[in-house]
């Protein structure tokens, strides 16, 4: 089992920048790691994901060259600098984890990931 624990999300003035950390513990190995979001009555979506050996990322149209994700492995730990904030990026921000398969199509069907955190939130006002 995999659990995990956001923290970084707060409120912030567009433009403004904020980073999120997300710190994974119990059966860590070779996850691939990603952040989703999601707003009340819309679906949740992918923000970015990275595979276990940084080999690979993959970023949302909407945040791509704004936003980066990261990971330490050694510390069990995944990062999301967000830069250049924006209203539309409020919401509720969402660790997740799984093992193998498609990155990319894990960042389009969140219904695949295996592990969830409970959410931290960001708010940014205009």
């Known amino acids: 089992q995999v659990q995990l624990v956001e923290s970084g999300g707060g409120s912030v003035q567009a433009g403004g920048s904020l980073r999120l950390s997300c710190v994974a513990s119990?059966?860590?190995?070779?996850?691939?790691m990603g952040w989703f979001r999601q707003t009340p009555g819309k679906p949740r979506e992918g923000v970015a994901t990275?595979?276990?050996?940084?080999?690979?990322?993959y970023y949302a149209d909407s945040v791509e060259g704004r936003f980066t994700i990261s990971r330490d492995n050694g510390r069990n730990t995944i990062y999301l600098q967000m830069n250049t904030l924006r209203p539309e990026d409020t919401a509720m921000y969402y660790c997740?984890?799984?093992?193998?398969?498609?990155?990319?199509?894990?960042?389009?069907?969140?219904?695949?990931?295996?592990?969830w955190g409970q959410g931290t939130q960001v708010t940014v006002s205009s």
């Open positions: 997740a984890a799984k093992r193998g398969g498609d990155l990319l199509a894990w960042l389009l069907k969140p219904s695949e990931t295996q592990n």
């Open positions: 119990g059966a860590t190995s070779s996850l691939y």
């Open positions: 990275i595979d276990d050996g940084d080999r690979a990322i």
